[in-house]
């Protein structure tokens, strides 16, 4: 299970840093991705990174502004969000898949078996 949380309302250029805790013995094994919905759009990819932590890669409208990164020992996973704009606003969502494979990154929502329940993030312009 994921439980994302971290969200709330902030003002345009501002930060938050969500949380995404997960539960169960695969988390290390586990290719770790952000994704949003905002209303009436579609779930897009936000960032991911491999099991180990070694690779990340970035949607190009978060590129150089949001940060992922994980503790294995702590089975979480971060999302650091800076310079926030108010196209940002939408619910965030935490999602896993496990890989084999240490350094793979997943960019598609169809990748991912396991999802959070999401954390919405307001940005007020």
């Known amino acids: 299970q994921l439980q994302a949380s971290g969200g709330g309302l902030v003002q345009a250029g501002g930060s938050l840093r969500l949380s995404c805790a997960a539960s169960?013995?695969?988390?290390?094994?586990?290719?770790m991705g952000w994704f949003r919905q905002a209303p009436g759009k579609e779930r897009e990819f936000v960032a991911t990174?491999?099991?180990?932590?070694?690779?990340?890669y970035y949607s190009d409208s978060v590129k150089g502004r949001f940060i992922i990164s994980r503790d294995n020992t702590k089975n979480a996973v971060y999302l650091e969000m800076n310079s926030l704009k108010p196209e940002d606003t939408a619910v965030y969502y935490c999602?896993?898949?496990?890989?084999?494979?240490?350094?793979?990154?997943?960019?598609?929502?169809?990748?991912?078996?396991?999802w959070g329940q999401g954390t919405l993030v307001t940005v007020s312009s």
């Open positions: 990174i491999s099991r180990s932590g070694g690779n990340t």
């Open positions: 169960g013995h695969s988390f290390s094994a586990s290719v």
């Open positions: 999602a896993a898949a496990v890989r084999r494979t240490s350094n793979i990154i997943l960019r598609l929502v169809s990748s991912y078996t396991d």
